[in-house]
């Protein structure tokens, strides 16, 4: 076990100097979200611009090996009578499924939000989450063992109140499905005063599992509380649910956050790519069974 782990961190990060890292996630994150941004301007924010995004990643998924399925939903207004006036929301969540190496596995869910405020490329808010999920659920599908399947999804109207992962939520729940626990990224490619913290909303179960492997990696990282981002709508039904996020708390947040200056040439690539790592080695320590 250790010579595998030594190889798989060998392969991953390449020692630039005393207290730096870089993995081969900077490059390829940088490039997805540069295409994403491209294929998506302005927004992600209109129907019609949400449209194109989820086709988007339906082919992107594609690309990296993964069946991607685009999953409509009709979700009620905040209360019954705005139906009368307006209509229901209607969305499209992009969905993909690794399933486990056994028999009768629980289900870990992945995701991150995709649509954007309006007039936003959210490069950060969300296409830095899009990037993480993406890639860390490519590497959970090379892994010749997985004790769980994984079901990554990329939600639609985060942005309009956590629309999309609560319409999921009900899906996966009224179809009986066995949710082990949901692990989400919301805003992690901004690091303006270099010291690499990120903040964590883990319950108890799951914090000191995150907290030990930042620590290994070197990572600061801060236990918050978030009721604004999608892991909430499983946190609701009682579900695990873990999101990581940029340093808010430490007042260092991207304060292009809804603007057009959300653009992935304002990210730190290098710090985006830790995150990533962070919550992939969580995870691949949980499927490959290393994980009490």
């Known amino acids: 076990m250790f010579l595998r782990v030594a190889i798989w961190v060998g392969a991953l990060v390449l020692v630039t100097g005393a207290g730096q890292a870089q993995t081969p996630f900077s490059q390829t994150q940088r490039d997805f979200l540069t295409r994403l941004q491209n294929a998506t301007a302005p927004a992600r924010s209109s129907a019609s611009e949400r449209d194109i995004a989820a086709d988007f990643l339906v082919a992107e998924l594609e690309r990296r090996g993964l069946a991607g399925e ?28 690794i399933p486990a190496t056994r028999a009768s596995a629980p289900v870990i869910v992945l995701g991150a939000h995709y649509d954007s405020e309006a007039g936003s490329p959210g490069a950060d808010d969300n296409g830095s989450g899009v990037a993480a999920v993406l890639t860390i659920a490519e590497n959970l599908a090379a892994e010749p063992r997985r004790d769980f399947a994984v079901i990554l999804v ?8 956590k629309v999309g992962s609560a319409a999921y939520a009900r899906q996966l729940l009224n179809a009986g499905v066995d949710i082990h626990s949901m692990h989400s990224i919301d805003m992690a490619g901004w690091d303006s005063d270099g010291d690499g913290a990120i903040e964590i909303d883990a319950p108890d179960t799951w914090y000191p599992r995150y907290d030990r492997a930042a620590r290994s990696m070197g990572i600061p990282i801060v236990r918050v509380t978030y009721d604004s981002s999608d892991h909430v709508s499983f946190r609701n039904h009682g579900i695990d649910a873990i999101c990581l996020g940029e340093a808010f708390r430490l007042r260092d947040a991207s304060p292009h956050r809804h603007r057009p200056t959300d653009t992935a040439d304002t990210l730190n690539h290098d710090y985006l790519a830790r995150n990533t790592r962070l919550m992939l080695t969580v995870l691949l320590d949980l499927i490959r069974g290393d994980t009490p």
């Open 70 to 97: 685009r999953r409509t939903y009709h979700a009620p207004n905040v209360h019954p009578l705005l139906d009368l006036i307006m209509p229901p929301f209607t969305g499209v969540n992009v969905t993909a499924t």
């Open 154 to 161: 990329l939600f639609d109207q985060e942005e309009e109140g």
